[in-house]
């Protein structure tokens, strides 16, 4: 199992910058897919990025592509978002997610959440 922690949201205007990272405890954290979720208000929480656990294979929502980078340090046990360019409609609770790669139908993990939010 891992608990992960996500802390560095905050409010930051249009064009700046912000890195968020997922303090992930517990367990072998080379055995976790790692991914961000982000949750507008009044929506469906959606997949930002996901990073395998060779801290290689990433994949990006197209609305985040070119500006935001995902990263895993697996001797600190933690995930990283770089969040370059912001935008108004990247408002969100940023949520940090493990899946458990082991298995098939692996246990899946969640963060609290850290709030991003954009604003002039």
């Known amino acids: 199992q891992v608990q992960p922690v996500e802390a560095g949201g905050g409010l930051v205007q249009p064009g700046g910058s912000l890195r968020a990272s997922c303090g992930a405890s517990?367990?072998?954290?080379?055995?976790?897919?790692m991914s961000w979720y982000g949750q507008a208000p009044g929506k469906e929480r959606e997949l930002v990025a996901t990073?395998?656990?060779?801290?290689?294979?990433?994949i990006y929502s197209d609305s985040v592509k070119g500006r935001f980078t995902i990263w895993r340090v697996d001797a600190e046990r933690t995930l990283y978002l770089r969040m370059n360019n912001l935008k108004p409609q990247d408002t969100a609770v940023y949520y940090c997610?493990?899946?458990?790669?082991?298995?098939?139908?692996?246990?899946?993990?969640w963060g609290q959440g850290t709030q991003v939010t954009v604003s002039p």
């Open positions: 997610h493990a899946r458990y790669i082991r298995a098939i139908g692996g246990a899946e993990y």
């Open positions: 517990g367990q072998t954290f080379t055995d976790y897919q």
């Open positions: 990073i395998d656990e060779f801290n290689y294979r990433r």
